[in-house]
């Protein structure tokens, strides 16, 4: 594992200026971001990547999220402490490290064999101990429901109806909606069970996949 010197915290800290400037308020995802140390997440080739605000290719046709996108989702979910997480899609585990920042709770799944592999060794490495399950993301994981929060990191053609049965009521569900380009919706299930809708503008994300993929 690479180090995390002085140069590192330094990078980090400008990264998170930046996206202060940006708009994130949240000071627990400022401290979070300034914590975790994203280059480990990344090859080692692309430590000098690892603190500009975009996304980078981390193989298996997936990416680590743009930092602006993990703040923003990660705010959208208003995580109190304890809080049972579902995240869809645990890429790098970048975010899921967030999360768990945060004190929630997380169950993540991955539908990327060799990713999943990777990131179940590699995160506890960093102390972080999440759920870890290889799957299909659109049945999420009921046998641990129902979740306080649900988070997809891939952008998802329509709403996964089984996600939203494993939604506790007054929970928030975080996810980029749309084919090309998605807009992040955060969807609040009433008492009733009605979904609330809000609107919080354009991103880009890799596509969220039905099915798993035995990936090398």
Same mark, same amino acid.
């Given at each position: ?13 400008? *990264? ?42 981390? /193989? ?9 996108? @993990? ?13 049972? @997480? ?5 890429g790098s585990g970048y975010q899921t490290a967030v999360l768990i920042e945060l004190g929630a709770k997380v169950y993540t799944i991955e539908r990327q064999r060799g990713l999943f592999l990777k990131t179940q060794q590699f995160l506890p490495k960093l102390g972080y101990n999440p759920q870890f399950f290889y ?7 009921? !046998?641990? /429901? ?6 997809? !990191?891939? /952008? ?14 007054? /929970?928030?569900? @975080? @996810? ?18 009605? *979904? ?11 596509? *969220? *996949? ?7």
């Open positions: 594992m690479h180090n995390d010197g002085y140069r590192e915290k330094g990078l980090r800290q400008q *990264l998170v200026n930046e996206l202060i400037q940006k708009g994130i308020k949240d000071k627990r995802v400022i401290d979070a971001i300034g914590k975790i140390p994203r280059h480990q997440f990344m090859d080692s080739a692309f430590v000098n990547f690892a603190y500009v605000d975009k996304a980078f290719p981390i /193989g298996s046709g997936q990416t680590i999220s743009q930092p602006f996108t @993990v703040a923003i989702q990660t705010e959208l979910l208003d995580l109190a402490k304890g809080d049972k @997480v579902l995240e869809i899609g645990t799957g299909d993301g659109y049945l999420g994981k009921p !046998t641990y /429901g129902p979740y306080d929060k649900i988070l997809i !990191t891939a /952008g998802a053609p329509d709403i996964p109806k089984l996600l939203i049965e494993q939604l506790k009521p007054g /929970g928030f569900m @975080v @996810v980029p909606i749309g084919e090309k380009t998605q807009t992040m919706m955060r969807y609040i299930k009433t008492n009733s069970g009605e *979904l609330l809708e809000e609107n919080h503008g354009a991103f880009s994300f890799v596509p *969220l *996949l039905k099915g798993t993929a035995n990936d090398k």
